[in-house]
């Protein structure tokens, strides 16, 4: 394939793709641990008649066009099997075993599902597009658009330690999971073989078989997305970080509907607290036969103390936990996940995958406030 023809076909294929990074949690653009990335990738385009003038013979495109062709049916019929485990009558090995492995899948690490879902063989091989002996980014340069919220745009008088940019997450997922699905590829794969003998018992399917090779297949799209990444990476300007309106709306409806649950939430608690006191009471008024509460309050006012004169809107800083897990906590909701899923067209799988990613998130913070205890405790 000549040169310009290869350049001509990057820019097509990468003119449709695009990275969303969605933070899950207020302190996400500090340290990144907790941000959600999904990697559009567009549709294939159909395929051109092969020339037997190209560098290229017919075998060699003929039989990986072959091999993709099995894998998306294999996929595909896994995938149809799979969801037929689950439509089978309650008490069934199918609905037992399908039940299980939704919990399994449940508990997978967020950012290996976000990985996995990027189809590397629809975009270029960035290595092969300079093996014609020119410079690839004094030819053609990619512009991949890392959409984001300007929460994680990084501030101008802050230092880039302090608030690192977009780029630079993206960076440190590349770094952390790489070297970790390579490991994960290779363990399941090794244990694949000691599951063999299990075929010989006629009676049910080989169920850790191919519990190892759904594991092995997870890491290895996952390990070969990251290392795309890589490369993408290495070149310079590829991805740009592209703040987004639309995304700031959608976060900032978000934050407003938490901060009025929240402060419902708090006035339901401090009416019950009052009823249930005992030491309130309670002034009425008959207006046409009903009670009516006008107010409750202690029978013996004392002068407010430091404790009781902070905002009743905020959990009590008596517990370390609960002024931890306030000072880190989760920016987006399910009608949040609605907005973002229609807005960018997203398919029902990065649905369900971002609420996987804050149940996820939710116990994370909820076990560091529980390690923040346990610490302030010992300190004691």
């Not at 049910?204 to 297949?217: D, H, K, Y």
């Not at 006008?294 to 013996?300: A, D, I, N, R």
């Not at 909820?366 to 004691?380: C, K, T």
């Amino acid at each position: 394939m000549s040169a310009s023809r290869a350049i001509a076909q990057a820019q097509r294929s990468f003119s449709g793709m695009r990275i969303l990074a969605l933070p899950l949690t207020s302190k996400a653009a500090s340290h990144g641990r907790h941000i959600f990335y999904y990697f559009q990738t567009p549709p294939p385009p159909p395929s051109p008649p092969i020339s037997s003038k190209d560098g290229e013979g017919d075998g060699g495109k003929k039989s990986r066009s072959r091999v993709r062709s099995l894998v998306e049916r294999a996929t595909s019929k896994a995938s149809e099997t799979w969801a037929g485990f689950g439509e089978a009558g309650e008490g069934s090995w199918k609905k037992r075993l399908h039940n299980y492995g939704e919990r399994v899948i449940d508990r997978m690490d967020f950012q290996e599902l976000a990985l996995k879902s990027m189809d590397t063989s629809l975009g270029p091989k960035v290595s092969k597009l300079g093996s014609n002996g020119l410079d690839l980014e004094d030819t053609f340069t990619p512009k991949i658009p890392l959409i984001h919220p300007t929460l994680l745009a990084p501030h101008p008088s802050s230092s880039s330690s302090s608030s690192p940019s977009p780029l630079t997450h993206l960076q440190q997922l590349v770094v952390q999971r790489t070297p970790s699905h390579r490991k994960g590829f290779y363990k399941w794969m090794a244990i694949t073989p000691v599951t063999f003998p299990l075929k010989l018992i006629p009676v049910i399917p080989n169920i850790p078989f191919f519990f190892c090779v759904w594991r092995s297949w997870h890491h290895y799209r996952a390990y070969k997305a990251s290392s795309y990444l890589e490369s993408l990476l290495l070149l310079r300007n590829a991805i740009i970080p592209q703040p987004d309106s639309a995304l700031d709306r959608i976060y900032e409806e978000c934050r407003g509907r938490m901060a009025k649950a929240k402060e419902e939430k708090e006035k339901s608690r401090s009416s019950n607290a009052c009823s249930d006191s005992g030491v309130g009471v309670m002034a009425t008024a008959e207006t046409a036969g009903d009670m009516h509460m006008v107010e409750c309050k202690s029978s013996s006012p004392q002068p407010p103390s430091p404790k009781s004169s902070s905002s009743s809107s905020f959990p009590s800083p008596s517990t370390p936990s609960n002024l931890d897990l306030n000072d880190e906590s989760l920016i987006l909701d399910t009608p949040a996940i609605h907005s973002l899923v229609s807005h960018f067209s997203l398919p029902k799988t990065v649905e369900a995958d971002l609420h996987r990613a804050l149940e996820q998130t939710a116990r994370s913070l909820e076990m560091d406030g529980l390690w923040m205890s346990w610490a302030r405790s010992l300190r004691v």
